[in-house]
């Protein structure tokens, strides 16, 4: 069975960093693109980012919303992904999820997400 | 930026109704474009891509349809743990985006 689980969220003062981890089992996960999308307090989902699998060199791809402060990089041999979030804004504050990804022609959507792990920024 | 606009924001429907839940983008997506159905407390749950693809253990209920900038997403007959919030996503062009969700409730 594919899991993914996250992990890492909390309460944080705006610029300062986390870095969220999340677990991956039951798939083979160095073939696969792995993304993280959240979702702010009664809002509606948000892509955040994702990174692709070795084969096409871990390449990464960001929202104009994080883009140079957020870092997705993955651990192939401990089937982990990270999210290092850094100069965290209030506008940050949100449940996080991580999720395998599957291509599909040109993009790609994603078939197996976590339960999510919250993070709050702080003013 | 391709933008994803959800119409309406909020379904009422019947059990055994049938629900059409619409899905435009700013501009062509072909059929690149997924369905997650997302339920309160949980994660979202993948339901269709390709436009009309269902994905796996998902039930015949569902389905998809559209092409380009107009899609639909039908549930022919409302069942009881059917009733979520709905996105679309597409991922023909970076960013990839979420529409704003349709929340289909109990009439």
């Known amino acids: 069975e594919v899991q993914v689980v996250e992990s890492g969220g909390g309460l944080v003062q705006s610029g300062r960093s986390l870095r969220l981890s999340c677990t991956a089992s039951?798939?083979?996960?160095?073939?696969?693109?792995m993304s993280w999308v959240r979702q702010a307090p009664g809002k509606g989902l948000e892509w955040v980012g994702l990174i692709r699998n070795k084969a096409y060199r871990k390449t990464t791809e960001y929202a104009a919303s994080v883009k140079g402060r957020f870092t997705i990089s993955t651990d192939d041999s401990e089937s982990i992904a990270y999210l290092q979030m850094n100069s965290l804004k209030t506008e940050d504050t949100a449940v996080y999820y991580c999720?395998?990804?599957?291509?599909?022609?040109?993009?790609?959507?994603?078939?197996?997400w976590g339960q999510g792990t919250l993070v709050t920024v702080s003013s | 930026e391709i933008v994803m606009t959800q119409s309406p924001a909020t379904l009422s429907v019947s059990p055994g109704e049938r629900a059409a839940l619409s899905c435009r983008a700013s501009q062509s997506v072909s059929s690149v474009l997924a369905w997650y159905q997302q339920k309160p407390g949980q994660a979202p749950r993948l339901l269709i891509y390709?436009?009309?693809t269902r994905a796996t253990g998902i039930p015949a209920r569902f389905s998809g349809s559209g092409s380009g900038t107009e899609f639909t997403l039908t549930i022919s007959s409302l069942q009881s743990e059917d009733f979520a919030v709905y996105y679309c996503q597409q991922y023909n062009s970076w960013p990839l985006t979420f529409g704003g969700g349709t929340k289909v409730e109990s009439k």
């Open positions: 390709g436009a009309s």
């Open positions: 999720s395998r990804a599957l291509a599909d022609i040109i993009g790609y959507y994603f078939d197996s």
């Open positions: 039951g798939f083979t996960f160095g073939d696969y693109a």
